[in-house]
């Protein structure tokens, strides 16, 4: 709950307005019945009409002031929960891109979006509702009571009997509601992971026949998760028959006391017992209100405390705002070369006992084009990882610049650093835009430039609109190799000392990857490159190879020593180069 209040102090203004005029709406409304008692007694047993007039013109105004009221506390209110929920939509993105990869995958991507959007409006729901129903309650209970005790004492107290009673029915309702509702939102989770997975791999379950298979996955999560919230739905549904019950029967027992008491003597009227029943409503009105809360706080407890896991991981020390903070002159300060170093390094994933990285040794040194090798699983993106510090628990030491990277900190390293990842990520926007990303404040011709170098400038000159030229999201709209030199386009955009390109060439021919290679040699002139990848025709043109395999490094040095020294590197050379040249030979 402090969490919720956290949020909600940057609006406690507004929130104390609209506080007091929902109160003045509620007391409006709670004079209703006074009045309405002194027309019944006076007005009608009188039979004045002026007074009855006059009361009546009361009302109205009361009615319309508690009207108006009402609609500014609803605008009020609105926008308090909506701008309670964009702030913590922002802090949730803002923690979530500060994860490390074991934080992300302890939760995983299904989970963190159904609590960025449903336990997120959870929340938004009690920001909207909590001031309206804290005012009307007290007021009403504590103000309905008094008034009632002031028109009747003996019908009062019967009612203050009874509020425990319709309490304590609500409890029994909503006991394990908790369990029910944190099972629920367990297995919506599920059930997103299942229909993420069965969307992107559409295709491969079309291919191997699996639809079957498919559907039983998602049927089984979605009809255990239907059962919770059913179960949890119907529960909470009995709380306003069960309570109206209660106050109805209340409500008759009144009646019939107040009538036995009127025959017996004149010590209340027939307006003190309309008025009283009144109040009973009134009183009611907030009981019932109060046991919807207590039926919704094992909602929002699970919820709550889903957003406060998020909120309450470490993450990596890094922020939009150390990044601003960092200005260039500190950043040069810090790394005054490109050179890079791994030491010893050995790595697990979670608790896994077999490293995925062991004894890992290799340097870049500053201006140094060095290419790391290596077949599937053999720990390539793992290092990039660890060299880009999304991972910060592992033996041994990598350095930049001279500086460890644990004195460094993420914010310096990534600043540093210019990566073009393996899978080549294109967002829905225009050319320039994705191209931009990668340093918002490069001008157009910094962005051509850099497109011409990576070999896509033919692409986009070639469009109608140039390089405003609209990219689908994922980059639906174009190849695998244009992808991928948006990609290259992106990291070479921005300035760094130390370049690395993860696979990034997998899906040129080698016609444009000789190119590209040209351009880069050109354009970081006097850069650190490291190039990992699995094609020894990209690896045999770096000043200096590592050749991984099973998480170790097997070999190092040139192309040609390598081939002499080097099993794995010779494998990966004859599979691919002399396989090509033969086939060729056949062709021919």
Not at 482 to 503: E, G, H, M, S, W
Request: glycine share 8%.
């Amino acid at each position: 709950m402090k969490l919720l209040l956290s949020y909600l102090k940057p609006y406690r203004k507004r929130i104390i307005v609209a506080g007091l005029i929902d109160m003045l709406s509620v007391f409006c409304a709670l004079f209703m019945p006074y009045i309405m008692s002194g027309i019944v007694n006076r007005g009608i047993a009188e039979a004045d009409m002026n007074y009855i007039w006059l009361m009546c013109g009361i009302m109205l105004g009361l009615a319309a002031i508690s009207l108006g009221c009402l609609l500014v506390t609803v605008r009020l209110n609105t926008a308090i929960s909506a701008d309670f929920l964009s702030d913590m939509q922002k802090a949730i993105f803002r923690k979530i891109n500060s994860f490390t990869y074991d934080e992300f995958s302890s939760i995983g991507t299904a989970s963190l979006l159904t609590r960025q959007t449903q336990d997120l409006f959870s929340l938004e729901m009690v920001a909207y509702n909590v001031m309206h129903m804290l005012i009307y309650v007290v007021v009403m209970c504590v103000g309905g009571g008094i008034l009632a005790f002031m028109t009747d004492w003996i019908m009062a107290l019967i009612t203050l009997a009874v509020c425990p009673l319709v309490l304590f029915a609500v409890w029994l309702i909503t006991r394990g509601l908790f369990g029910m509702f944190q099972n629920s939102a367990k297995y919506i989770d599920i059930q997103n992971k299942v229909v993420r997975e069965r969307l992107s791999g559409l295709r491969v379950i079309r291919a191997f026949n699996r639809e079957n298979s498919e559907h039983k996955r998602v049927s089984e999560a979605t009809v255990t998760m239907a059962e919770f919230i059913i179960r949890a739905n119907v529960r909470s549904g009995y709380i306003t028959p069960v309570t109206t019950f209660i106050l109805d029967i209340t409500a008759v027992a009144l009646l019939g006391i107040g009538a036995s008491r009127i025959s017996a003597s004149s010590v209340i009227s027939a307006g003190g017992i309309i008025a009283n029943i009144q109040y009973i409503s009134l009183i009611m009105g907030g009981i019932i209100m109060l046991s919807w809360a207590f039926a919704w706080l094992p909602h929002i407890r699970v919820s709550l405390g889903r957003i406060t896991e998020i909120l309450a991981m470490k993450g990596a020390d890094i922020t939009e705002a150390d990044i601003q903070d960092l200005t260039q002159s500190e950043i040069d300060g810090i790394v005054s070369e490109g050179a890079v170093s791994v030491d010893n390094l050995t790595f697990r994933y979670g608790l896994s006992g077999v490293p995925a990285l062991e004894s890992i040794n290799f340097r870049a040194s500053d201006g140094e084009t060095v290419g790391i090798i290596g077949g599937t699983g053999a720990g390539k993106s793992t290092l990039v990882k660890l060299l880009l510090a999304f991972y910060t628990d592992y033996e041994g030491n990598i350095k930049l610049g001279g500086r460890d990277y644990k004195s460094l900190g993420t914010a310096a390293v990534r600043k540093n650093i210019s990566v073009a990842l393996q899978k080549s990520m294109v967002f829905e926007g225009t050319a320039e835009e994705n191209i931009r990303m990668g340093y918002p404040q490069a001008s157009e011709t910094e962005i051509k430039e850099a497109a011409r170098a990576a070999q896509i400038a033919d692409f986009f000159e070639s469009q109608p609109e140039g390089y405003n030229c609209r990219l689908a999201q994922s980059g639906a709209n174009i190849s695998g190799g244009q992808k991928q030199r948006i990609n290259i386009a992106r990291t070479l955009i921005k300035p760094a000392p130390v370049y690395i390109f993860d696979d990034t060439f997998s899906a040129l021919d080698y016609l444009t990857e000789s190119k590209l290679r040209r351009a880069l040699g050109e354009r970081l002139k006097g850069k650190t490159k490291i190039v990992i990848t699995q094609r020894a025709a990209t690896a045999m043109h770096c000043d200096r190879i590592y050749v991984m395999d099973n998480g170790r490094i097997v070999g190092e040095g040139t192309h040609a020593r390598l081939l002499e020294s080097c099993v794995v590197y010779r494998e990966i050379y004859d599979s691919q180069i002399k396989r090509t040249f033969a086939a060729r030979e056949v062709s021919l």
